[in-house]
C-alpha cells in the first residue's frame, strides 16, 4: 500500500434513496424512479463529486402478487430499464462511468455483447456491465419459464454468456477500421476474427457489427457471495460488491476472494473490490440515529412481513407479528440472494426475535451507517486502511439529500486525507479505476524493446 | 382531403450518407458511423427542420465473409445499436421522434417491450419501434441457427411478438402510479393488469416494471412489402415506409394497404404511409445528375457485383462483369427482400442489361431523386397531393450536406405552399404526426355525454 492509493467510488441510484420507505420522506422526489432529469441531476451532483461510477441494479420484472405490499415498497416496480437510461445519461454526462445490471438468464449474448459496445463509444469508454443471473420466479415468467433454473445452472450458463461476450468484444482489433479513401478501404478484412462458438447453451457464428470499445472490454462488474459466485467473480469480474457488515468480515471476503484469482492467472490488482456503504449523514450520530429510526416506524407492517419472507424465500404472511418465526418455516437452502437468506437465518437463531423486531433490525445486505460526514470519512479510512476494500459502493437512505451532503462535506474530507482524488485522472472508467485495457485475443503482444548492452 | 392536411417528414439516418461510395466524398466524415457528436447534429439539424421522426434502420450483424467487398460498401458493419444510440438522442433534442429497428426473431418480448416504454419515458413521448423479422443468415447464425427460419414462420412470430408487446404496455394503466403519501401507495393495485399469455413462440406471465409510456403505445412501423407483410401492417402498423418508384405503384400500394384495415376494424388514418425519397439536391437538375453519376462510378466492381448478390439472393462472383446474368443462375424465390428481389430480377428481363449495366443501374429500393431543391418540392407535392402517400421518408445520398440543404432550402418552400408545418404542433410523436393515443384495453371508456333536449 503506497501512498498513492486512492480509493474509488460507486453510487448505487434507485430514484428517492435506499430505505424502502424513502419515497415518504418530505425531502425526497416520489416518482423519482423514471424522471430522467432526476437521474441527470444526480448524476451530475455524483459527477461534481468525482465517483467512478453511477450504477443501476435491475430485476426484469414487476411483482404481480402482494401488490399492496409493493405498492408501499416499490422497489423495481417503476423504473427505467438500465441500458437505455445509462445511454441518455452517456449524452449528459462526462466523466462519470455508467454501470448497470442485465441478466444472462433471459437475453442474447449477442444483443448485450452489442448494447454495452455501443454504450462504451456512446460514453466514450464509460461502460460497465453488472453480470447477474437473476434471482426470482417473477423474472422468470416473463421469459417461458414457471420458475428459475437452479443457482448451479445460472451460474454455469453466465459463465459461457460471459465468455463468448468476450470473444465478441474481440471480433474487431482496435485498428480495424481505417476509413482509408485511398484504398477505398473502410476496414482491414484480416482485422476482423469471426467468432466460431459452439457451447452447451449457445452456439454463434459471427463477429459484432460495431468497432472495438474504447475501453477495449466494457468493465465486467459482479457481486456473487456463494462460492460458485465467488469462482466466477475471481475469474472474470473487474469489480465486485461486497456487502460484509464488519471489517474482519470484509477482510476475510477480500482476502478469500482476491487469493482466488492466481489460479486464473489473473493479478489481484485487476479486480476492485467495492463494500457496499448504505450511509444515513446528519450534523450528529444522534441525529443520524432518529432519521434512520423515523424511516423504519414508516415502514408499513405490511412491507415489513413481506421484504423479510422475500430474502427468507418463504411466505410469512399467515404469521403473528409479535413472535418469532417457527423453525419449521425456515427454508433449508436458499436459491436465490443468499447473503440475504443466512443473514435474516442467523438473526432468526441468535437474537430470537419476534417477526416484527426482526423486520425493523433487517436490511438487506449490511447495516446502514448512520453518523456525521466525519463519521462516514473515519469508517471509508479504516476499511481502506484495513484493505478490507479498493474503495466503496456508496447509497445514501434518502436521496439526493445523501448524496448532496456527501459531495460537500465527505468527499472534501477524504481528499484532505489523500484518500480520495481531486480530479478525475482518465478519461475512461478503466483509467479512473486503475484497471487495464484488456489486449486483443487476436492480437500477439510486440516483443519487448530488447535491452542494449551498454 | 382538407387544406389542413399536412405532410409528415422522417429521416433514415446512417452515417456518410444513403449512397454506398458516400463515405469516399470528401465533404463526409467517414467515421461517422460510430460518431455520437456526428448524430447529435444531424438530429438537431433534422429538428430545426421540424422532422417528425429521426429513423435508424438496422440487422444484428456484420458480414463476415465477401470481407474486401464489404470493407468497400460498409453497410451495417460498425454501427451503433439503435436503441442506446435512440436514447442518448433522446437527452440531446427536444421535439423530433426518435424510431428504430429491432427484429422480432432474435429478442424477447418482456425485454423490447421495456426499453421501447424506457425510451418513450427518456424521451418524453417520442420512441418508435420498427418491427422487422430480419432478412439474412448472417443474423441467424448469431442467435444459433444456420439459416433464417421461413418467411411466413417469422411473421407468425412478429405476429405473436407484437401481440404479446402490446399487452405488456397496456399492463399498467395510466394513472396506476399515484405516489400518495397520505395513503402510503406508489401505485392503484387495481390498476395493475398482468399479461398472461400462452402463444404458439411465446409464454409470459407478468407486468412490465415501468408505468404505462407517455404515447400510451410507442408508435409501431413497419415496412413488409409482400403480401404477408401488407396483412401484418394493415392490422398493426402506424407507419409503414413505401418503396415505389413512381407516383403510380405508390398509390396503389397506398390504396391497397389502407384498404385491408377496415378488416381489422382500423381507421385509414390510423396509419401514416411514408414514402422513401432518396435524394441529391444540387443548384441545378444537370448538376444533381452529374454528382450522383460520379458517385456511381465510385462504385467497386467488387461492391457492385456483391451488392446485387445480396438482394438477389445469389453468389454472382464467378459471372463476367460485361455479359447478362444467365436466365438459370436467377433463384425461383426470394427469402429474404421481396421487393429488391423483383425489381432485379423485372431489370434483368426488362432491360437484357450485363451484369455491370445492372449494378450502376441498380438501387437498393426506389431510385434516387436528382434535382434542384424546387424540383424536390414539386415532387413531394406531387405525390402528396395524388394521395400516394402521407409524407416521406428522406434520405440523402450525401450527408450531412443533402439534409443542410433540404432543411435551408426545401422546407422553406413546402412550408410556403402550406404543406408542411411551421412550427411543432405536439408534445409527443403521435401528436405530431396526428396519430391517437391507444386507450388501455382494461379501461372502459368513461361513456359518452347525453345530449340534453333543450
Known amino acids: 500500500m503506497t501512498a498513492e492509493r486512492k480509493m474509488a467510488l460507486a453510487l448505487l441510484v434507485n430514484g428517492t434513496g435506499h430505505h424502502g420507505a424513502s419515497w415518504l420522506h418530505p425531502s425526497t422526489q416520489a416518482d423519482a424512479s423514471t424522471s430522467i432529469e432526476w437521474y441527470r441531476d444526480t448524476a451530475l451532483l455524483a459527477e461534481r463529486g468525482l465517483f467512478d461510477l ?36 452517456a449524452g449528459l454526462t462526462s466523466h462519470i ?33 453488472n453480470v447477474v443471473t437473476s434471482a426470482n420466479d417473477f423474472a422468470a415468467r ?36 481505417i476509413f482509408d479513401r485511398t484504398s477505398g478501404l473502410t476496414f482491414d478484412p484480416a ?40 469462482e466466477f467473480a475471481a475469474e472474470t469480474a473487474e469489480i465486485v460488491f461486497s456487502s460484509d457488515a464488519s471489517i474482519e468480515s470484509g477482510l476475510r471476503f477480500y482476502r478469500d476472494l482476491k487469493g482466488r484469482m492466481d489460479k486464473f492467472g489473473r493479478d489481484p490488482d485487476e479486480l476492485k473490490i467495492l463494500a457496499g456503504k448504505p450511509v444515513l449523514i446528519a450534523d450528529s450520530a444522534q441525529e443520524a440515529e432518529d432519521m434512520f429510526q423515523t424511516l423504519q416506524e414508516m415502514i408499513h407492517p405490511m412491507v415489513g412481513r413481506m421484504r423479510l419472507g422475500m430474502d427468507l424465500e418463504t411466505d410469512l404472511s ?13 427454508p433449508k437452502t436458499s436459491n436465490q440472494h443468499k447473503a440475504y437468506f443466512d443473514h435474516i437465518v442467523e438473526m432468526i437463531r441468535t437474537d430470537k426475535l ?9 436490511e438487506r445486505g449490511n447495516k446502514t451507517f448512520r453518523g456525521t460526514a466525519m463519521q462516514v470519512a473515519d469508517n471509508l479510512e479504516d476499511w481502506f486502511a484495513a484493505g478490507a476494500a479498493d474503495g466503496f459502493m456508496m447509497n445514501f437512505s434518502i436521496m439526493p439529500m ?43 503482444p510486440a516483443p519487448a524493446p530488447l535491452e542494449v548492452a551498454k
Do not use: C
Request: glycine letters at 6%; charged letters at 25%.
Open 191 to 230: 482485422k476482423q476474427h469471426a467468432v466460431d462458438h459452439e457451447g452447451k447453451f449457445f452456439t454463434l457464428h459471427g463477429a459484432l457489427n460495431i468497432r472495438r470499445a474504447p475501453q477495449g472490454h466494457p468493465v465486467i462488474i459482479q457481486a456473487g457471495a456463494s462460492d460458485t459466485g465467488r
Open 97 to 129: 462511468g455508467l454501470g448497470g445490471t442485465v441478466s444472462t438468464s433471459f437475453t442474447e449474448p449477442y444483443n448485450v455483447a452489442r448494447q454495452f459496445v455501443s454504450l462504451d463509444h456512446l460514453s466514450h469508454g464509460r461502460a460497465a456491465w
Open 142 to 177: 416473463n421469459f417461458g419459464l414457471d420458475r428459475l433454473p437452479p443457482h448451479a445452472q445460472r451460474y454455469e450458463r453466465a459463465q459461457e454468456y460471459v465468455d463468448l461476450v468476450r470473444k465478441l468484444w474481440d471480433s474487431w482489433e482496435d485498428d480495424a477500421f
Open 402 to 444: 445523501g448524496l448532496e451532503r456527501f459531495v460537500a462535506e465527505v468527499v472534501p474530507e477524504i481528499q484532505r486525507r489523500g484518500l480520495f482524488r481531486t480530479a478525475y485522472t482518465g478519461r475512461t472508467l478503466r483509467e479512473n479505476l486503475g484497471l487495464k485495457r484488456p489486449a486483443n485475443r487476436h492480437v500477439v
Open 54 to 89: 453511477f450504477f443501476i441494479a435491475d430485476t426484469p420484472a414487476a411483482r404481480t402478487s402482494n401488490l399492496e405490499a409493493y405498492s408501499r415498497f416499490p422497489i423495481f416496480m417503476n423504473v427505467f430499464e438500465p441500458v437505455t437510461l445509462l445511454a441518455t445519461l
Open 354 to 362: 419476534t417477526l416484527r423486531q426482526l423486520y425493523l433490525r433487517y
Open 318 to 330: 399467515d404469521l403473528p407479528l409479535d413472535e418469532p418465526i417457527p423453525e419449521d418455516r425456515i
